[in-house]
């Protein structure tokens, strides 16, 4: 396998002979101590194709999407099953500290989880976000940690799954507070987020070629913020009551007014200009947004 080949880890039991441990306690479920973590040295990336939470601390600093942090703070990072995760050169700190909880989606079968947790943003954020927990609110997640520890470390039975589900239910639940915290608490990072994701809408509509590069999507802003789209509607919703199509579709209709008010060409001609294949769409958009028509607005200039 060649080195920038991604190794592919099918099962939990796979990951644990992959990371020098003994075999798990339970096949879809299992919590290790990252400290135990042999140096795969020979292995630059994984794919799991399970879930996996981790809370580490131990290295100096960490470049995690756009800053730079230390692990004085407990941080948490979670995968789910298809992502990639690339390791440091020089392998695993050896000042590493923590756990990292693995759960198979077969776990959650024929339970509200299975679909409940496609709803949770934070797996889709990958290496743009980690979530940065106080002290408190790690004491908080270790303490659920502990329960599902101490029941696959019971004996097995017909209650096992869903007390386990429950207490991951529990887990996701806090982290999505703990996450929505953070976008508050951070204000610095955010607010430059919004302000760059600003200059970057003004440029594109500035650009007099939007008849050929067409409307600028979310991926296309996330991309040009470096996060992730998902990580990008999350963090705008919690500063301004907005995702990242709403703030695209306002500064296109504040654009769309400027052509109305200072310019002599139809609708048709400004749809165009702004990217827009068909008038009609750009026309019903500009109504929903301001409860009148193009012409309505210019109209009202005269």
Known sequence: MKKSEPY????????????GLNRPKHPLISIVDVSQFKNQSEIHAVIFEFYAISLKRGC?????G????????????????GQILRGEAGGVPTQLRGWMLFFHPDLLWNTALAKKIKQYDYFGYAANEALFLSE????????????????????????????????????????????????????????QLLEEMEQVL??????????????????FLADS???????LSSLLKSLTGQTAQQHIHEKLIEKAKEKLSTSRLTVSEIAYELGFEHPQSFSKLFKAKTKVSPLEFRQSFN
């Open 8 to 19: 592919r880890i099918k099962t939990i039991a796979e990951g644990h002979r992959i990371i």
């Open 60 to 64: 100096d600093n960490l470049l995690y």
């Open 66 to 81: 756009q800053q730079k942090y230390d692990f004085d703070e407990g941080l948490m990072a979670f995968m789910s099953p």
């Open 136 to 191: 408190k609110e790690e004491l908080i997640i270790n303490d659920i940690i502990e329960n599902i520890r101490q029941e696959y470390d019971s004996n097995i039975d017909g209650f096992s799954q869903g007390i386990i589900v429950a207490h991951l239910e529990t887990l996701l639940s806090y982290a999505e507070r703990f996450y929505n915290r953070q976008f508050i608490t951070r204000k610095k990072a955010s607010h």
């Open 202 to 219: 003004s440029a594109y509509f500035a650009d007099d070629d939007l008849v050929t590069k067409g409307l600028p999507t979310v991926q």
């Open 225 to 231: 913020l470096h996060v992730s789209p998902s990580y």
